[in-house]
């Protein structure tokens, strides 16, 4: 292909769906298609409901920690959940730990991919105000 330097890796592509199974795997199946594309892939995940690593190992997976309560984790409002999980990854703590993790995929060590985006679920609205303050580019994964 002309133009292609090919001793530049692949460009990387973050994911990050809301974890729940219905949304992870949609997401996970985007990834595999961007992959067989010649994409680094990188898929950042809370604690809560994670994606096993071991059945997709051409990713890499970031773990974000999460504080999601025992009481938000087993009602059966998804509404509640998904506001919950807002209010998670808007406190400081966490702003600050997922922007760690984004700011670190801008500044790849020495041979790894720069971050071209972050693909997320258009519910995680906290995950994208974080990558928009670091100028991240953050399409949005809808599921029908």
Known sequence: MAGVDRHR????????????QGHISPMLQLAGALHA????ITVLHMAFNAPDPARHPG?????VPDTISDVVATTKD????ILALNAVVEAPAMAECVRSVLASLLKPEEGEPRLAC???DC?????QKVAV????????FFYR
Do not use: D
Not at 37 to 40: D, E, F, S
Not at 59 to 63: D, G, I, L
Not at 133 to 140: A, D, F, R, S
């Open 133 to 140: 303050g670091l100028g991240i580019p953050t399409p949005g």
């Open 118 to 120: 972050l693909i997320l």
């Open 9 to 20: 890796p692949a460009p990387r592509i973050a994911l990050f769906p809301l974890p729940f």
């Open 78 to 81: 998804s509404i509640a959940k």
């Open 59 to 63: 990713f890499s997976f970031v773990a």
């Open 37 to 40: 594309r010649g994409l680094t």
């Open 123 to 127: 519910t995680l609205t906290g995950i």
